[in-house]
T-cell receptor, first 111, second 115 residues
């Protein structure tokens, strides 16, 4: 059974700082790993999808890496802004097309 | 959310009533996933449907919960005889490609409150 863990559970940083969010998964037989952002009371916004054959994906100030052998993914956010404040979720897709989610990292970027 | 529509956004029910949550995937797409987010918990898979078929319902509670995705109209998640523990946000998702895998796009969710 796949289990996904995210560390830290909460993070508070000053504006402009670069930061790394961590995600680990127990079953390396994944099809892909997806990072989402969730604002309070809102749905999930897809940020990046990394296929199992890929090592990283980039979108703007975001960079996500994937190391299947060690069961880890990281989300790097460069030059953080107050608007980046949200909960960040990682999810691993395993057999059956279902996603297993971590419990998220709640990020606060202080102006 | 790339066009995944859910309604109602908020629903209040008393214990014992029925709740019906609706989801329309992106236009022309025929795959729908339902996830539940309990307070202070992560999202959990419930069910995966294609038009007129339930593909995987291994995440559905054994009683009171059912889901369908008819040939015409939205997918429906139905909860009978609701209890306080059913209070949660229920999210629907649709793959970007329209097929079974790939990037998933989520709706805004339906937030059920059971009094």
């Amino acid at each position: 059974k796949q289990e996904v863990t995210q560390i830290p559970a909460a993070l508070s940083v000053p504006e402009g700082e670069n930061l790394v969010l961590n995600c680990s998964f127990t079953d390396s037989a994944i099809y892909n790993l997806q990072w989402f952002r969730q604002d309070p009371g809102k749905g999930l916004t897809s940020l990046l999808l990394i296929q199992s054959s890929q090592r990283e994906q980039t979108s703007g100030r975001l960079n996500a890496s994937l190391d299947k052998s060690s069961g880890r993914s990281t989300l790097y956010i460069a030059a953080s802004q107050p608007g980046d404040s949200a909960t960040y979720l990682c999810a691993a897709e395993t057999s059956g097309s279902r996603l297993t989610f971590g419990e998220g990292t709640q990020l606060t970027v202080n102006p | 959310n790339a066009g995944v529509m859910q309604n109602p956004r908020h629903l209040v029910r008393r214990r014992g009533q029925e709740a019906r949550l609706r989801c329309s995937p992106m236009k022309g797409h025929s795959h729908v996933y339902w996830y539940r987010q309990l307070p202070e918990e992560g999202l959990k898979f419930m069910v995966y449907l294609q038009k007129e078929n339930i593909i995987d319902e291994s995440g559905m509670p054994k009683e009171r919960f059912s889901a369908e995705f008819p040939k015409e109209g939205p997918s429906i998640l139905r909860i009978q005889q609701v209890v306080r523990g059913d209070s949660a946000a229920y999210f629907c998702a649709s793959p970007s490609s329209g097929s079974r895998s790939g990037e998933l796009f989520f709706g805004e969710g339906s937030r059920l409150t059971v009094l």
